[in-house]
């Protein structure tokens, strides 16, 4: 048993008391009652008092709904139980004062600390995880690895569609415990599920979390979400994310070994090897098929292995090597965080770090870089977006990905004017409540510099794209440049040369019948003339 194993109950419970996360998701399990179903409300009693009112940390108030007008993606209204979430569930919450934070307002927001939560928390550095030392790494790992099996201690989930929530005799919610690590997979699911229509009918065009503004900041809640856990878990409130810096031009993964996320399995390249802590994890949510047919959320049930083969697609070339260093170079220099429709096709910063545009920001159909081209260049669960997060790859992945938000903001002094307050895709716009976190988070709320949040990154990022790595890819194209342009004018040369011959072989067979025949000389000379 390791160290950190021998101390970890020992701190755990002092963290419990002094540190309560702010925001998770789906429901805290102490508003998973017929009451609070009925009622439509979850404010849980502390010390007797809803939300702490009576020591003036919250009070119970109906939830705020964003109104604005969102894009024409989803055309559906009134069917879909994530629409103006979470009012399907809940239409009054805890609404916490000053800064105070969670479910029942008894705990403090993202970087506040404090009885009163009214001390800075010491910012916490995410830093690259091959950086990192030999304690601090078996640390990351050991608790990351805790999270797999153990259950929330605060969150349920939902396990059935919101119209199947109570049993069929009015007694019992189909709520279901759900260990942290998948409570973490789960929410990314819940979020990209397409919308349930009926037995084998589905609405796909919709997506809470990606291809829209909120690509950034519902990801940043979801990487916060997941930190407040593990500092919980582990009795660390300095337990900060590693990150996996994926930008490095190459066609091998640098931290698929199993020091660090596992390593390929010697007989199927598409497992982790059985050296790994992670090849025993099963993976949860994946039938998105079978769920879309039945009418049915995932409820935990696990599926399967993790399957990872980095660089193997031989079907898709342009995956098969990572992003450069170039790339984000590249995209830090884009000045707009996103333009209209703020889609997957639009120009911009925040479409260029998810991947669907040129690094520069520009948009073309088919181009897949940064953080996608990461996630297709995994070859497996990795590239499954509703089941991504089960591979803990993703998590590095993304706060790498969030590394490069934070330094885009600190450099443009970005402010929420950038951000679109309507006409984005449903759940996208600036106000609108990111599903399904709760209590409710404002996509607004997370688009601050991440100090702002209580984190901070060990990074260093090129001040522009005239790198190292840029040069030498426009010096490789320069050397292919000219040796086009040789091969050209050779095959040029030649084929004058050819033609002339040709011409001169006409002109010598048209003298040659101008002798036999009697014709003057001069006419034929004209003739040839002519003809040229």
Request: aromatic residues 12%; proline residues 5%.
């Amino acid at each position: 048993m390791s160290k950190f194993s021998v101390s970890l109950f020992v701190n755990v419970l002092l963290v419990v008391l002094s540190f309560i996360p702010a925001s998770r998701a789906q429901f805290p399990r102490a508003c998973a009652t017929l009451q609070a179903y009925l009622s439509h409300e979850c404010c849980p009693l502390v010390n007797g008092s809803a939300c702490a009112e009576d020591t003036g940390r919250g009070s119970c108030s109906d939830i705020s709904i964003d109104d604005a007008p969102h894009g024409q993606q989803y055309v559906l209204v009134g069917i879909d139980d994530r629409e103006r979430w979470p009012e399907r569930f809940f239409n009054r919450s805890c609404v916490c004062n000053r800064n105070f934070g969670g479910f029942d307002c008894s705990g403090c927001k993202y970087g506040w600390q404090g009885n009163d939560c009214s001390q800075r928390r010491p910012v916490v550095v995410r830093k690259n995880v091959l950086n990192m030392d030999e304690d601090e790494r078996e640390k990351f790992l050991e608790v990351l690895d805790l999270s797999k099996t153990t259950p929330h201690p605060d969150y349920v989930i939902a396990q059935d569609h919101y119209r199947n929530l109570l049993s069929e005799n009015g007694t019992r919610l189909n709520y279901v415990n759900i260990s942290i690590y998948d409570l973490f997979v789960w929410v990314h699911y819940y979020s990209v599920r397409d919308t349930l229509l009926g037995p084998g009918q589905a609405y796909t065009a919709i997506d809470f979390s990606h291809e829209g503004p909120a690509f950034l900041t519902w990801h940043r809640m979801h990487l916060l979400a997941l930190e407040g856990d593990l500092q919980q878990l582990s009795g660390d409130p300095d337990f900060a994310l590693p990150y996996w810096n994926f930008a490095t031009g190459g066609t091998e993964c640098d931290i698929c070994n199993n020091t660090l996320l596992g390593a390929r399995d010697a007989i199927d390249q598409t497992l982790l090897d059985v050296g790994s802590r992670f090849a025993d994890w099963q993976v949860v949510c994946l039938s998105l098929d079978w769920f879309n047919d039945n009418v049915k959320l995932c409820n935990g049930t696990e599926e399967g292995p993790i399957r990872r083969n980095p660089g193997g697609n031989v079907d898709r070339p342009t995956v098969q090597v990572l992003p450069q260093p170039g790339d984000v170079a590249q995209c830090l220099q884009v000045d707009q965080y996103d333009t209209f429709p703020f889609f997957s096709t639009s120009d911009g910063f925040r479409n260029a770090l998810e991947g669907y545009s040129h690094p520069g920001g520009e948009f073309e159909n088919g181009v897949r870089t940064l953080h996608n081209l990461a996630h297709l260049f995994l070859n497996g669960t990795g590239g499954l977006t509703h089941a991504s997060a089960n591979d803990p790859l993703f998590v590095l992945l993304h706060t790498f990905t969030d590394a490069i938000f934070d330094e885009w903001m600190n450099r443009s002094n970005a402010n929420i004017s950038e951000y679109p307050q309507e006409d984005a895709p449903i759940g996208h716009n600036r106000n609108f409540n990111m599903v399904p976190f709760f209590p409710p988070v404002q996509n607004k709320e997370m688009f601050v510099p991440a100090e702002q949040l209580g984190y901070s990154y060990a990074v260093e990022f090129p001040d522009s794209a005239d790198s190292s790595d840029l040069n030498d890819v426009s010096f490789i194209w320069s050397i292919i440049g000219v040796g086009l342009f040789v091969v050209g004018t050779i095959i040029v040369v030649a084929l004058v040369q050819s033609f002339r011959y040709h011409m001169r072989k006409r002109r010598e067979e048209k003298l040659y019948e101008s002798l036999i025949g009697g014709e003057p000389c001069h006419s034929m000379k004209y003739k040839a003339t002519d003809s040229v």
